[in-house]
């Protein structure tokens, strides 16, 4: 990856190169720390070793066991975004479905619809607790049964080394992959949890992999010798001086999923002690049309976040004789698309208001590989200059306690914050 922070720098926020080289020194140290973490495999810090540490074997064996016309993916968060960011963005024979959300007309549409029979379900579940999963996954087993269809031929478990999944699978003899340890949800696209729906779907699962390799080996103590650190450091920097939000904006429709792994990411890693960068989800050049108005003359409170692939496959513009048309004709799409890119890079610039712009070269497996463990690298980075526990989410733990107390699963003080609402109503 390829990441030019010269927009972020003398715009309205005014972080200069000499404040930037204050935070490079800070920068030596949070790498030592994340050094010695992933030398210890460290809770958190043990993702960033996974180019290395993840076995693609078992993964590619257990996929090969399949050639289904669908997959579902039942999961949620991490579980489910690191995977739909990959298989999205790829040309893939396979149909792949995510079924995070238990929105109950989607979940029960969905297996009316799909034929269950050509279809892998991959349930994924880190701790094997979470209720969206376990609820989906049980409305899946039975749509099998009543398609006549056997789940246990069907199902793979993706989870961690004990829980409730790993019982099923071991009861079931179900193929079952492991959530490697150490390794949080949003932190877990390069390992299993991201890689079998690639694998399933005939993706190269060792050039993701090596994608992230190529990141890891650029993590130094600079900023400036690390993409993954410069975006870091820099996004560090702008949410001191006043950048609230961090609008991911890519300009590849294969890429609009991996602006919402992003979210996840950042905001449950950052989102501390008062604390974070709110991530917004934008696509280029779509929302030029929508939302760049705002971020161009709103608060200046963002950083905006620009990426793009250096190559891709393009559709010639077909020449044309209306008037004031005829610029495009010989053109191509491609080329009307970084032409907008470069546009909004510049109209963002010229207001003051900060930009990044980030490159892979393709997006295919390398690219995305690179994005997504460079994306992590400036999380953990992020987070170690933020003085935050980037690991950890106890705001979102919260919740699934009120939910799970509501629904009669355990006495939980939070669902007693729930009966306890406070009501101004107008009808
Ligand atoms: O993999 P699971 O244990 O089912 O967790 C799925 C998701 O649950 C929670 O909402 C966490 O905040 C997420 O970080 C996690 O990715």
Same mark, same amino acid.
């Given at each position: 990856?390829?990441?030019?922070?010269?927009?972020?720098? $003398?715009?309205?926020?005014?972080?200069?190169?000499?404040?930037?080289?204050?935070?490079?020194?800070?920068?030596?140290?949070?790498?030592?720390?994340?050094?010695?973490?992933?030398?210890?495999?460290?809770?958190?810090?043990?993702?960033?070793?996974?180019?290395?540490?993840?076995?693609?074997?078992?993964?590619?064996?257990?996929?090969?066991?399949?050639?289904?016309?669908?997959?579902?993916? !039942?999961?949620?968060?991490?579980?489910?975004?690191?995977?739909?960011?990959?298989? $999205?963005?790829?040309?893939?024979?396979?149909?792949?479905?995510?079924?995070?959300?238990?929105?109950?007309?989607?979940?029960?549409?969905?297996?009316? *619809?799909?034929?269950?029979?050509?279809?892998?379900?991959?349930?994924?579940?880190?701790?094997?607790?979470?209720?969206?999963?376990?609820?989906?996954?049980?409305?899946?087993?039975?749509?099998?049964?009543?398609?006549?269809? $056997?789940?246990?031929?069907?199902? !793979? !478990?993706?989870?961690?080394?004990?829980?409730?999944?790993?019982?099923?699978?071991?009861?079931?003899?179900? &193929?079952?992959?492991? !959530?490697?340890?150490?390794?949080?949800?949003?932190?877990?696209?390069?390992?299993?949890?991201?890689?079998?729906?690639?694998?399933?779907?005939?993706?190269?699962?060792?050039?993701?992999?090596?994608?992230?390799?190529?990141?890891?080996?650029?993590?130094?103590?600079?900023?400036?010798?690390?993409?993954?650190?410069?975006?870091?450091?820099?996004?560090?920097?702008?949410?001191?001086?006043?950048?609230?939000? $961090?609008?991911?904006? &890519?300009?590849?429709?294969?890429?609009?999923?991996?602006?919402?792994?992003?979210?996840?990411?950042?905001?449950?890693?950052?989102?501390?002690?008062?604390?974070?960068?709110?991530?917004?989800?934008?696509?280029?050049?779509?929302?030029?049309?929508?939302?760049?108005?705002?971020?161009?003359?709103?608060?200046?409170?963002?950083?905006?976040?620009?990426? *793009?692939?250096?190559?891709?496959?393009?559709? &010639?513009?077909?020449?044309?004789?209306?008037?004031?048309?005829?610029?495009?004709?010989?053109?191509?799409? %491609?080329?009307?698309?970084?032409?907008?890119?470069?546009?909004?890079?510049?109209?963002?610039?010229?207001?003051?208001?900060?930009?990044?712009?980030?490159?892979?070269?393709?997006?295919?497996?390398?690219?995305?590989?690179?994005?997504?463990?460079?994306?992590?690298?400036?999380?953990?980075?992020?987070?170690?200059?933020?003085?935050?526990?980037?690991?950890?989410?106890?705001?979102?733990?919260?919740?699934?306690?009120?939910?799970?107390?509501?629904?009669? %699963?355990?006495?939980?003080?939070?669902?007693?914050?729930?009966?306890?609402?406070?009501?101004?109503?107008?009808?």
């Amino acid at each position: 990856m390829h990441a030019d922070i010269g927009n972020a720098l $003398d715009g309205a926020l005014g972080l200069d190169r000499a404040a930037l080289d204050d935070v490079d020194d800070r920068v030596a140290s949070a790498h030592e720390r994340v050094e010695r973490g992933r030398a210890d495999g460290a809770h958190g810090y043990a993702a960033l070793n996974l180019p290395e540490t993840c076995d693609p074997d078992p993964v590619e064996r257990v996929a090969a066991g399949f050639d289904p016309e669908s997959l579902f993916t !039942v999961g949620i968060g991490g579980s489910a975004l690191g995977a739909a960011t990959i298989t $999205d963005a790829l040309d893939s024979p396979v149909d792949a479905y995510y079924l995070d959300n238990v929105d109950p007309e989607w979940v029960s549409a969905l297996c009316d *619809r799909v034929d269950l029979s050509e279809t892998v379900v991959n349930v994924v579940s880190r701790s094997g607790t979470t209720a969206e999963t376990l609820s989906n996954f049980l409305v899946v087993r039975e749509a099998m049964d009543d398609a006549g269809v $056997d789940w246990t031929e069907r199902t !793979v !478990v993706t989870t961690g080394a004990e829980g409730n999944l790993r019982s099923l699978a071991d009861r079931h003899d179900l &193929p079952a992959l492991d !959530v490697p340890d150490g390794v949080p949800g949003r932190f877990s696209a390069l390992s299993p949890v991201g890689l079998f729906a690639a694998a399933v779907s005939g993706h190269d699962i060792e050039a993701l992999l090596a994608g992230g390799a190529a990141e890891a080996e650029k993590l130094s103590g600079s900023l400036y010798d690390s993409p993954a650190y410069a975006y870091g450091a820099t996004s560090y920097a702008l949410a001191e001086r006043g950048a609230a939000v $961090d609008a991911m904006m &890519p300009y590849a429709e294969s890429l609009e999923r991996f602006a919402e792994w992003f979210a996840q990411l950042w905001a449950e890693s950052l989102g501390k002690d008062g604390r974070g960068q709110t991530p917004a989800r934008a696509l280029g050049a779509t929302d030029q049309h929508s939302q760049l108005q705002l971020y161009r003359a709103g608060p200046a409170d963002k950083l905006v976040t620009l990426v *793009r692939p250096t190559e891709r496959s393009d559709t &010639p513009i077909p020449e044309t004789d209306l008037e004031g048309l005829s610029y495009l004709g010989g053109s191509s799409l %491609g080329e009307l698309l970084d032409a907008e890119f470069r546009a909004t890079e510049a109209s963002l610039a010229a207001a003051g208001r900060e930009n990044v712009r980030l490159e892979v070269d393709r997006v295919d497996e390398r690219g995305l590989g690179e994005l997504l463990y460079a994306m992590e690298a400036a999380c953990v980075l992020y987070g170690e200059l933020a003085d935050v526990s980037t690991f950890t989410q106890p705001a979102v733990e919260w919740g699934k306690k009120a939910a799970r107390g509501l629904l009669g %699963g355990g006495e939980f003080a939070e669902a007693d914050a729930v009966r306890d609402k406070r009501r101004l109503e107008i009808d």
